[in-house]
C-alpha cells in the first residue's frame, strides 16, 4: 500500500507539473501536492479538514487576478465603480468579485471587511483581501487583492491609477490591518 501512496502521489505531482508548463495549474497546488508528497501522507490528507480546506479555489484565485490584473492603470476615482468612471478601492473589488465569482461585495471597504472569514497575515493566499486603516487606527479604510509574494492589487488614491504594491513598502506595512477570505458559495459570507 505504501507503494501505491508514492506511484499516486507522484503522478498527481507529475501530471500538476505538465499543466503548469501550460499555465494551467496553480503555483499553491503544486507546492501542496509537493509537501504532502514528502510528508507519505498523500492518500490520508486528501479527506483530511484543515486550514488548506478554508482556501480559494485555485481557479476563483486566478479568475480574480486575472480581472484585477486587466484593469491595471485604470483610473482610481473617489466613488467610482466602473472602468468607465475608474474606481476608488471598495468599487474596484466589487467589480473584480462580481464579474470573476459573480459574489456581490457590500460598497465600502468598512462593510467588506466583515465579509468572509479572517486571514492571518502570515497565511494570505492569492485571491484574499487585505485590508488598511489609513485614517488612524479607528476604521478600515482602503482594500486590495492579495496577488501573492507579499504583493496586493488596488486602486490608491486620487492622481493614481490601479495599480500592483508591496505590503511591505514602508507606507502600506504600516498601514496593514488584516486579510478576509470570501469563496463562491461560501455560506459564511451571508452571516455576518
Request: charged share 20%.
Amino acid at each position: 500500500m505504501n507503494n501505491f501512496k508514492r506511484l499516486f502521489a507522484t503522478t498527481v505531482t507529475t501530471v500538476c507539473l505538465m499543466l503548469a508548463d501550460i499555465q494551467l495549474a496553480h503555483a499553491d497546488e503544486i507546492e501542496n501536492l509537493l509537501r504532502l508528497q514528502a510528508q507519505d501522507g498523500f492518500v490520508q490528507a486528501v479527506g483530511h479538514q484543515d486550514s488548506e480546506s478554508q482556501s480559494i479555489s485555485g481557479s476563483d484565485a486566478d479568475d480574480l487576478i486575472k480581472s484585477a490584473m486587466g484593469l491595471l492603470g485604470v483610473a482610481y476615482r473617489y466613488g467610482g465603480s466602473s472602468v468607465r468612471t475608474g474606481f476608488d478601492c471598495s468599487g474596484f473589488m466589487q467589480h473584480i468579485f462580481k464579474n470573476s465569482m459573480q459574489i456581490n461585495l457590500p460598497r465600502t471597504s468598512a462593510q467588506q471587511a466583515k465579509m468572509g472569514v479572517h486571514v492571518n497575515r502570515s497565511d494570505l493566499q492569492p485571491g484574499d483581501m487585505v485590508f488598511f486603516r489609513t485614517m488612524g487606527k479607528g476604521r478600515i479604510s482602503h482594500v486590495g487583492l492579495y496577488i501573492g509574494n507579499n504583493r496586493f492589487i488596488h486602486a490608491p488614491r486620487t492622481g493614481k491609477n490601479i495599480e500592483i504594491t508591496s505590503l511591505s513598502n514602508k507606507y502600506w506595512n504600516s498601514k496593514y490591518a488584516f486579510g478576509r477570505r470570501v469563496k463562491k458559495n461560501d455560506p459564511s459570507r451571508f452571516l455576518n
